[in-house]
Antibody, heavy 123, light 111 residues
């Protein structure tokens, strides 16, 4: 079945960078866009950006522009999200999520989601 | 880019119907038929319940339905069940540089 499995929890110091991976299985990786969404403790979901896994083109939320980089390794069916210049406010669970597609068509919506990766930024 | 506005909490008794609103602007909810709804249990990843305003993915009970009027979208849960107790988030495509915006979230409590 379609599944997204993310890397494990990370603890980083302020100013450092973190790179989270998202390994896809059960479908053709390069056929579906991958998005990244984060959720700070007790807070709402927040969209960060997406990657066209076919050609590698990316689009980022203006809030994270300059600090976030989304890449992919097609041979490993894996997408990556790297966030730099970390600060305490970046402490959150980071999710990858595929654009929802069914019966050959794709729609506005995200499904499935990875299990989430907790990134803690603390000195 | 501000978040879409949802009520902080909604509650109902088993069997009742509840409705969660999601208010945005003409740049997001009102401008596109792109609203989706997610159910999230504590410590778990969100699950897609409704896509493109009113469509249910396979496997989602037909007790869940969505609609939209002007700049406000709604999620209705009919025949409320104990397992529906969770947080719910709406989301919409937006013409702003954010591209996608989520709602503030609503905690549904089954009394």
């Amino acid at each position: 079945q379609v599944q997204l499995v993310q890397s494990g929890a990370e603890v980083k110091k302020p100013g450092a960078s973190v790179k989270v991976s998202c390994k896809a299985s059960g479908y053709t990786f390069t056929s579906y866009a991958m998005h990244w969404v984060r959720q700070a403790p007790g807070q709402r979901l927040e969209w960060m950006g997406w990657i066209n896994t076919g050609n590698g083109n990316t689009k980022y939320s203006q809030k994270f522009q300059g600090r976030v980089t989304i890449t992919r390794d097609t041979s490993a069916s894996t997408a990556y999200m790297e966030l730099s210049s970390l600060r305490s406010e970046d402490t959150a669970v980071y999710y990858c999520a595929r654009r929802y597609c069914s019966a050959g068509s794709c729609y506005f919506g995200f499904d499935p989601w990875g299990q989430g990766t907790l990134v803690t930024v603390s000195s | 880019q501000s978040a879409l506005t949802q009520p902080a909490s909604v509650s109902g008794s088993p069997g009742q119907s509840i409705t969660i609103s999601c208010t945005g602007t003409s740049s997001d909810v009102g401008g596109y038929d792109s609203v989706s709804w997610y159910q999230q249990y504590p410590g778990k990843a969100p699950k897609l319940m409704i896509f493109e305003v009113s469509n249910r993915p396979s496997g989602v009970p037909d007790r869940f339905s969505g609609s939209k009027s002007a700049n406000t979208a709604s999620l209705t849960i009919s025949g409320l069940q104990a397992e529906d107790e969770a947080d719910y988030y709406c989301s919409s495509y937006t013409s702003s540089s954010t591209l996608y915006v989520f709602g503030t979230g609503t905690k549904v409590t089954v009394l």
